[in-house]
């Protein structure tokens, strides 16, 4: 009888100990800033506070400059904008073809000045995985997709080497169509770094080889030509090394899912756990701008384009993100005014 107390008694100290053990490592963790428990939910929200700047130089005479310049706007499940300021202030705001712009003109520019845009915002992760888990959250869309069907420029889908490929490629469903699509693009194209040209569907194909805009322009292409309905997105992806953000990549129609995203480039991986990063677990680092790929508002351009009346002009753009602990709530902005007398002003677009 002595000999089962005695273990009882032992095994209530160990117990004790172990529960002080843990308790004193739980509290470490703690005050090292670790969180009591893991929140699945703020995983798949970001913060991010975002600057655009456009330096301009003006060489000799001009007489007039005016500048369009690609906005974020919010998107259920992808993004929520919390404010776009502007200095100076924008001249007017178009909202266009699901897009917006800010729209800057200056007469008699000085022959240096600048254009800042600063946003913030909260991006959400959205993918395939996603898409599925939120199913119904969101409301589907039932647009007319006949225009995500179509021959487009640089989204050759009816070029006799486009329908040659695709007839390779065979799904039992649509699900499986578009990842036959997705792994067709990855064993073809080769990244061959940045290029200033573009190339579209048909030449990427050709070449084997091209950048982000090639591999979605092919990945699109070849769904349409599947029956498919795609698109091109435009945007940025948060980054804080020397590659430049500017990025694009694509979205493809589910039924009762609606549009869901795939960047391509991106899981261009022999590796199936890197190739499935850009299949159906995309990280929360995308911002949408436009999902229209020949843009007529900015002349085919992407991101911004400026005109000029006069003398050369020449420009710089730059991005700049602050990281996430960094990231503040934007201060209050005062009501839109006239901007006179090169006084600064700031507006908020909702």
């Known amino acids: 009888m002595r000999s089962i107390k005695s273990y009882l008694f032992v095994a209530l100290v160990v117990f004790f100990l172990a529960g002080i053990a843990v ?34 130089t003006v060489t000799g005479r001009t007489d007039r400059m005016k500048l369009l310049v690609l906005l974020p706007r919010s998107i259920a499940g992808r993004q929520k904008i919390e404010s776009v300021s502007c200095s100076p202030q924008a001249s007017r705001i178009i909202n266009k073809n699901g897009n917006r712009y800010a729209e800057f003109h200056f007469f008699k520019p000085k022959k240096r000045f600048s254009v800042n845009i600063k946003v913030h915002a909260d991006l959400y992760r959205y993918d395939l995985e996603t898409a599925r ?21 640089l989204i050759q889908k009816d070029d006799e080497s486009i329908q040659a490929s695709a007839k390779k490629i065979n799904g039992r469903n649509r699900y499986e169509t578009v990842k036959k699509v ?52 435009t945007g940025y992806t948060i980054r804080f090394d020397s590659i430049p953000p500017k990025h694009h990549w694509a979205e493809v129609y589910f039924e009762n899912l609606g549009w869901v995203p795939f960047d391509v480039n991106w899981g261009d991986s022999e590796n199936p756990v890197s190739r499935n990063r850009g299949f159906d677990s995309m990280k929360t680092v995308y911002i949408y701008l436009s999902r229209v790929r020949n843009d007529k508002v900015l002349h085919n351009k992407h991101f911004y384009t400026f005109t000029y009346w006069g003398d050369k002009v020449d420009i710089k753009s730059t991005i700049k993100f602050k990281k996430d602990d960094q990231a503040k709530k934007p201060n209050r902005v005062r009501k839109p005014g006239r901007n006179s007398g090169g006084r600064k002003r700031v507006r908020n677009y909702e």
């Open 23 to 56: 308790g004193r490592r739980i509290d470490r963790r703690i005050r090292h800033g670790y969180p009591r428990t893991p929140n699945p939910v703020t995983k798949d929200i970001r913060k991010v506070e975002m600057d655009l700047g456009y330096d301009f």
């Open 133 to 153: 888990k939120k199913k119904g959250k969101y409301p589907v869309e039932e647009p007319d997709l006949s225009e995500f069907l179509i021959d487009e420029r």
């Open 182 to 233: 997705y792994d067709y693009v990855i064993d073809t194209l080769e990244y061959g770094g940045l290029f200033e040209e573009e190339f579209g569907a048909v030449q990427a194909l050709s070449q084997k080889k091209g950048d982000c805009t090639e591999y979605s322009d092919l990945f699109v292409a070849l769904c349409r030509a599947k029956g498919i309905p795609a698109r091109v997105v």
